[in-house]
C-alpha cells in the first residue's frame, strides 16, 4: 500500500529562517510526486511535480527536490506570507486504482516576522 | 476559466438528511475525485472517476453515493447524514499532471 509520512508536524520559523520541510513515501513505482501549498479555508494550491530521482524545481523562494524514499521542500529566507499548510502526495503506478493520489497530513509551517 | 467550482460553500444538516454536492471543472479533464479533510486526518479519497462513465471507491466510501453527470460534472450524495460525516469536502480533477482542487464545502451535521 502506497503510504506518504511528512515531518514535521507543525514549524514555526522567524522570517529569513531558512529550513526544509520532509516527505517521505513508499510507493510501487513512482508515476509523479506532488507539493500543494494549502491555505486556511481554502483548497490546496498546486506547486511542484516531481518525476525521478535527482529532480529538482523552484519557485521564488521554495525548492522541491526528489530522491529514491524522499522528497524535500527547502524554503530559503522565508516571509510570513509562505506561513501555510504544505502537502506531499504520490501517484503509484498500480494497475488498479493508478489515477489515485495518496497525500500526506501535511506541515504547518508558521513564519514570524 | 474558473477551474474547478463547488457548491454549496456551507452546509448544515440534521442527522438523516439528505444532500448532494455538486462539483463541475471546466478544464476538460479525464479524472475528477472527492476528498473529505479533517483535523489530523489529512486529505482522504471517498470516491473517484477515473473517466466519464466510470466510478470507484476510494479510502472512505461508507456512506456516500457519487454520479459522474458528464465529463464536467462530478456529485456526491449523502443519503443519511450522519455526525460523522461534518468535514470539509473539496472536489479536483486532473488529466495526467496535478490536481487541480475546488473552494471546498463546509458541512456541519447536527
Known amino acids: 500500500e502506497d503510504q506518504v509520512t511528512q515531518s514535521p508536524e507543525a514549524l514555526r520559523l522567524q522570517e529569513g529562517e531558512s529550513s526544509s520541510l520532509n516527505c517521505s513515501y513508499t510507493?510501487?513505482?513512482?508515476?509523479?510526486l506532488f507539493w500543494y501549498r494549502q491555505d486556511p479555508g481554502k483548497g490546496p494550491e498546486f506547486l511542484f511535480t516531481?518525476?525521478?530521482a535527482g529532480e529538482e524545481k523552484e519557485k521564488e523562494r521554495l525548492k522541491a527536490t526528489l530522491t529514491k524514499k524522499e522528497s524535500f521542500l527547502h524554503i530559503t529566507a522565508p516571509k510570513p506570507e509562505d506561513s501555510a499548510t504544505y502537502l506531499c502526495a504520490v501517484q503509484g503506478a498500480r494497475l488498479s486504482g493508478s489515477e489515485k493520489l495518496v497525500f500526506g497530513k501535511g506541515t504547518k509551517l508558521t513564519v514570524n516576522p | 476559466n474558473a477551474g474547478v467550482t463547488q457548491t454549496p460553500k456551507f452546509q448544515v444538516l440534521k442527522t438523516g438528511q439528505s444532500m448532494t454536492l455538486q462539483c463541475a471543472q471546466d478544464?476538460?479533464?479525464?479524472?475528477m475525485y472527492w476528498y473529505r479533510q479533517d483535523p489530523g486526518m489529512g486529505l482522504r479519497l471517498i470516491y473517484y472517476s477515473a473517466s466519464e462513465g466510470t466510478t470507484d471507491k476510494g479510502e472512505v466510501p461508507n456512506g456516500y453515493n457519487v454520479s459522474r453527470l458528464n465529463k464536467r460534472e462530478f456529485s456526491l450524495r449523502l443519503e443519511s447524514a450522519a455526525p460523522s460525516q461534518t468535514s470539509v469536502y473539496f472536489c479536483?480533477?486532473?488529466?495526467?499532471?496535478?490536481?487541480?482542487f475546488g473552494p471546498g464545502t463546509r458541512l456541519t451535521v447536527l
Open positions: 479536483a480533477s486532473r488529466d495526467r499532471g496535478e490536481q487541480f
Open positions: 510507493v510501487s513505482g513512482l508515476r509523479g
Open positions: 516531481l518525476y525521478s
Open positions: 478544464m476538460n479533464h479525464n479524472s
